[in-house]
């Protein structure tokens, strides 16, 4: 999933977190046996995934450098060739690298303690297991007599392997002497894959043709010949619990199973996979057989029923085809919404993977199986757009799908994850290329490719009204979208139009023509803004208040592909062909930052929460996640230039996709050791899985270079939904607090009165360098929305001290929680806020005191420090943050302490895991004399360390000083 790049200054904003929805590729999954347990390791790009076959979640994963061409298992070691370079792992650490191949390797087998390799030279090579250099090496085949293609060591064959070719015959040799034993004629069809038997000198071999041939090694004897019809066999594999039984895979995804007795076809398994099978395996004495293809994913069958064909027990799935587009669903940013070209809507939770899950489309599987077609060909076509609404989840269907070309519109359950009964369609049979669903969760908007713009009712799937007799358009709707209040419904059309209609009337109130055809609408629903992708590549702005285009932005150099808000409404960001990923400040009207990948983001949605970005690209089946490193520690920003943008292709700032990274429970801390060396190793461990830097930054590095700063990691967040409500309300009343002195423009970004401030400038108005006023740009209109001016009111006098001045030293990770990778403080990772609020801060320019020796190259940076999503204004300390003052001294008795001398007093009595609040609160020392038991159980100190903290506590009072 990795590509080469260089990082820019201008892609400092996001960072590459993680992919998730991969499960399973082309390159077949091997099975590891550990006791009584099985785990499978699925090579999937430049990873590997382990899962636990009991329950098939993710146990652990491996990142490789280059992408994974065939892998193989012995005891604790995992062997994976990548090209040319062949590598052996243990538990996520290389150990072992085998050189000297001078071809891609694409077959690998354990052999004892030595690994036998062959490349595409058709060079054999063996190698011991700690050992780097080859002890034998094969290389008199002759690739147009004997190429390799399959390899296997016969059972009690001592020193022996069998070689299969590409031109039918067989071979087997004595790795020992590097002789060869015996030539088998074979049967004129290039061997595809073999299988050792319970029965001593027999294998099973699957051929080009389909035939699967059971031959004795010792006789030198075809003892049986089967056909498995449809191409090629992929993959073979015999029962070990006693049944006389083969199970056969091919390339239509079709698996059969063999009774050997009777020497015939027991039963059939068609469409086990959309495509090919690359595995197929029996797991040690159990009738259970795993299975795992291309189209992504890993299933296990039980084979308990009279019928003899196997069951689906369990699964683990992502798209088959490539998503072309993601949303995210509720206001926990959890859930994301995918859909596929391979006709499915999917479900994916981003923090407990094991719950994602397909929307049922009904019983497609067994009506296919009576019709004798594929399940693929009863599902419904590819969705083009879809919308949701959480509002109405427990009563009705709440989203609603158009499909190509179909003029049919399908509602879904969230809550039931199932397709529904009824269909949405009204007198036409033009294609519906366009759904939206009202705020209050009763309505769905439907826009189609004649013009038309008609409304039903969600509950019923009643058709209710059509906008202006179905002629709303003169072209083909491609948005459609409604206010909060239901008041106004917004649609654009290819005729390169917006207008504005009455909702319940129908009536056209406004028309606004634009200068290019509408391709997209994205509502930020909150300030009642709109965003526009055009043909012509421009994004606009329009206020559905006002009724017009309040901001235009120019840069993109393809095609629009999606755009989404952030919750605030404070930046817009879009993707189009051109492979980048735009990020605007709506308040200044100027491009703040933006990034380039190596293959274009076809959809992209921003979490409700503010910390993450989720992006779908071409060719790609999973969904990638990108870390809002404002979210999680300063930032450093800067105002880009003509020269930035005129960046040429090689020095552009290009990103590499996310990595897959580790399930959040794949390495857990040691809850108990809360204080200890265990719990930061643990919390280290899961940051390298997920890809993220190490928590260790020295406090220059965290100033100079923010991307080195460390994500600060919740442990344990026990604060309930209603708490969270009386945060955002009281927080929303508290207003601004005291300014910061930041600097020549402290007082104008930081002072008390700021939240009652009616200037737009916001975010840009302080001039990097000079600190002196900049005016804003042209508003197109020239006029403030009335969306813009609402979400800036709730932008303004959100700060304070502690959040303007540079961090005195690193973050302190603390313990990362089971379920979330990362968390930021004020976040429940257990329960959501019923309003969730992105507390975004001004940029704000330090000044050289406050950041101490900063360099004269970063004079000119904007620095924002944004710390919590969710308001703390209820927290036990409220309003008793420290001032920030350097360490003195001359301080003496608890109550004179400074935040800084209470930190060096938590880490002196190893309460390391209470910092965080520390830091994040302002805590000085009469604020830590005031903590109550209540108060430290909020942040997550358990009792025994409560018991220390004040018996330390009492002994500082009585004259121990820091």
């Known amino acids: 999933h990795t590509h080469t790049h260089t990082i820019h200054p201008m892609a400092e904003l996001f960072q590459a977190y993680r992919a998730t929805g991969f499960v399973a590729s082309h390159v077949p999954v091997v099975l590891q046996t550990r006791g009584s347990e099985h785990f499978v390791t699925?090579?999937?790009?430049?990873?590997?995934?382990?899962?636990?076959?009991?329950?098939?979640?993710?146990?652990?994963?491996?990142?490789?450098?280059?992408?994974?061409?065939?892998?193989?298992?012995s005891a604790d070691l995992v062997f994976v060739a990548s090209q040319s370079t062949v590598t052996a792992w243990v538990r996520g650490k290389r150990v072992t690298e085998y050189t000297g191949h001078g071809g891609s390797v694409h077959l690998l087998l354990p052999f004892g303690q030595h690994l036998v390799t062959v490349d595409s030279s058709n060079v054999l090579r063996v190698f011991p297991f700690t050992s780097s250099e080859a002890t034998l090496t094969l290389d008199d085949f002759g690739s147009h007599n004997f190429r390799i293609s399959s390899i296997l060591h016969p059972s009690t064959y001592l020193n022996k392997v069998l070689l299969g070719s590409g031109q039918g015959a067989l071979q087997l040799w004595n790795l020992r002497t590097g002789a060869l034993v015996h030539q088998f004629a074979g049967w004129r069809s290039a061997v595809t894959c073999m299988a050792q038997s319970p029965a001593v000198d027999v294998v099973a071999v699957g051929l080009q043709t389909g035939q699967i041939k059971l031959h004795n090694l010792r006789a030198d004897r075809t003892l049986m010949s089967l056909h498995h019809d449809g191409g090629p066999v992929t993959a073979l594999t015999f029962r070990t619990d006693g049944q006389p039984m083969l199970a056969s895979a091919n390339t239509t995804g079709r698996v059969v199973l063999w009774n050997l007795e009777e020497k015939k076809e027991e039963a059939t398994m068609p469409d086990c996979h959309d495509g090919s099978v690359s595995s197929a395996i029996f797991l040690t004495s159990q009738a259970m057989l795993l299975t795992a293809g291309p189209d992504n994913s890993i299933k296990i069958w039980a084979f308990d029923e009279t019928g003899g064909a196997g069951r689906l027990l369990r699964h683990r799935?992502?798209?088959?085809?490539?998503?072309?587009?993601?949303?995210?669903?509720?206001?926990?940013?959890?859930?994301?919404?995918?859909?596929?070209?391979?006709?499915?809507?999917?479900?994916?939770?981003?923090?407990?993977?094991?719950?994602?899950?397909?929307?049922?489309?009904?019983?497609?599987?067994?009506?296919?199986?009576?019709?004798?077609?594929?399940?693929e060909q009863l599902k419904l076509p590819p969705i083009v757009a879809f919308a949701a609404g959480e509002v109405r989840q427990r009563d009705w269907n709440n989203i609603v799908s158009a499909h190509v070309g179909s003029p049919e519109a399908r509602s879904w359950s969230f809550e039931n994850k199932k397709l529904g009964s009824k269909v949405m369609c009204h007198e036409t049979t033009s294609t519906l290329r366009t759904v939206g669903i009202s705020a209050c969760g009763n309505f769905a908007l439907l826009g189609y490719a004649d013009?038309?713009?008609?409304?039903?009712?969600?509950?019923?799937?009643?058709?209710?009204?059509?906008?202006?007799?179905?002629?709303?358009?003169?072209?083909?709707v491609t948005g459609v979208v409604s206010d909060a209040l239901n008041k106004c419904v917004c649609s654009g059309s290819q005729d390169c139009t917006l207008k504005f209609w009455g909702f319940a009337s129908g009536r056209l109130l406004r028309t606004l023509k634009l200068?290019?055809?509408?391709?997209?609408?994205?509502?930020?629903?909150?300030s009642s803004l709109v965003a526009v992708a055009c043909a012509d590549y421009t994004v606009r702005v329009a206020d559905l208040d006002l009724g017009r285009v309040v901001r235009s932005y120019s840069g993109h150099q393809g095609r629009i592909t999606d755009m989404t808000w952030t919750p605030d409404a404070r930046w817009l960001l879009s993707s189009s062909m051109d492979t980048s990923v735009r990020v605007w400040d709506l308040a200044s009207g100027r491009l703040l930052t933006y990034f380039c990948v190596a293959e274009a983001a076809t959809s992209l949605a921003f979490s409700p929460?503010?910390?993450?970005?989720?992006?779908?690209?071409?060719?790609?089946?999973?969904?990638?996640?990108?870390?809002?490193?404002?979210?999680?520690?300063?930032?450093?920003?800067?105002?880009?230039?003509?020269?930035?943008?005129?960046?040429?292709?090689?020095?552009?700032?290009?990103?590499?996709?996310?990595?897959?990274?580790?399930?959040?429970?794949?390495?857990?801390?040691?809850?108990?050791?809360?204080?200890?060396?265990?719990?930061?190793?643990?919390?280290?461990?899961?940051?390298?899985?997920?890809?993220?830097?190490?928590s260790a930054s020295s406090a220059s590095a965290s100033l100079q270079q923010p991307a080195a700063t460390s994500f600060t990691v919740v442990a344990r967040e026990k604060r309930a939904a209603e708490d969270d409500d009386a945060n955002t309300t009281s927080s929303s009343s508290s207003g601004g607090g005291s300014g910061g002195a930041g600097g020549?423009?402290?007082?104008?970004?930081?002072?008390?009165?700021?939240?009652?401030?009616?200037?737009?400038?916001?975010?840009?108005?302080?001039?990097?360098?000079?600190?002196?006023?900049?005016?804003?740009?042209?508003?197109?209109t020239g006029a403030m929305p009335a969306g813009a001016r609402r979400s800036l009111a709730s932008l303004e006098g959100r700060r304070s001290s502690s959040e303007l001045r540079a961090p005195?030293?690193?973050?302190?990770?603390?313990?990362?929680?089971?379920?979330?990778?990362?968390?930021?403080?004020?976040?429940?990772?257990?329960?959501?806020?019923?309003?969730?609020?992105?507390?975004?801060?001004?940029?704000?320019r330090l000044s050289t005191a406050s950041l101490g020796s900063t360099p004269s190259s970063d004079a000119g940076r904007l620095y924002v420090r944004e710390h919590s999503a969710v308001p703390r204004a209820s927290s036990p300390l409220s309003g008793q943050r420290g001032s920030g003052a350097r360490l003195s001294s001359e301080s003496s008795g608890v109550a004179h302490w400074t935040v800084e001398e209470v930190i060096a007093w938590l880490d002196r009595i190893g309460l390391t895991t209470f910092v965080g609040a520390v830091q994040e609160e302002g805590i000085d020392g009469s604020a830590l004399l005031d903590l109550s038991p209540k108060d430290l159980e909020y942040y997550g100190m358990k009792q025994h360390h409560q018991k220390r903290f004040f018996k330390e506590l009492d002994v500082a009072k009585e004259g121990s000083s820091v």
Not at 317 to 325: E, I, K, L
Not at 452 to 458: D, K, S, V, Y
């Open 42 to 73: 699925s090579p999937v790009g430049n990873a590997l995934h382990v899962y636990n076959c009991k329950k098939l979640n993710l146990v652990f994963v491996v990142h490789t450098p280059q992408p994974i061409d065939c892998v193989a298992v």
């Open 317 to 375: 799935a992502g798209h088959s085809a490539p998503p072309s587009r993601v949303r995210y669903y509720g206001t926990d940013g959890k859930v994301l919404l995918t859909a596929g070209q391979d006709r499915s809507l999917r479900m994916l939770n981003v923090w407990k993977d094991e719950q994602s899950c397909e929307l049922s489309q009904g019983s497609v599987t067994s009506k296919a199986k009576q019709l004798g077609v594929r399940a």
């Open 451 to 476: 013009g038309a713009l008609h409304r039903f009712t969600l509950q019923s799937s009643l058709f209710r009204l059509s906008y202006a007799d179905g002629k709303a358009h003169s072209g083909a």
């Open 515 to 526: 200068p290019a055809q509408v391709t997209q609408l994205e509502l930020h629903r909150e």
């Open 609 to 694: 929460t503010g910390d993450f970005l989720a992006t779908t690209h071409v060719d790609s089946v999973g969904v990638y996640l990108w870390a809002n490193r404002s979210m999680f520690g300063p930032v450093a920003l800067r105002a880009l230039t003509q020269h930035d943008l005129d960046l040429d292709d090689e020095r552009a700032c290009m990103l590499s996709l996310p990595r897959a990274a580790a399930a959040a429970d794949a390495v857990v801390a040691d809850d108990a050791d809360e204080d200890g060396g265990a719990a930061a190793a643990a919390t280290s461990r899961r940051n390298y899985l997920a890809g993220l830097p190490d």
């Open 744 to 780: 020549p423009g402290g007082a104008a970004a930081g002072g008390g009165n700021s939240s009652t401030s009616s200037s737009p400038q916001s975010a840009w108005s302080l001039d990097a360098r000079s600190g002196t006023s900049v005016p804003s740009p042209p508003m197109g």
């Open 808 to 844: 005195d030293r690193p973050l302190q990770p603390r313990v990362a929680p089971a379920h979330p990778p990362l968390s930021r403080p004020g976040h429940s990772p257990g329960k959501a806020s019923s309003q969730p609020q992105l507390q975004q801060l001004p940029l704000q």
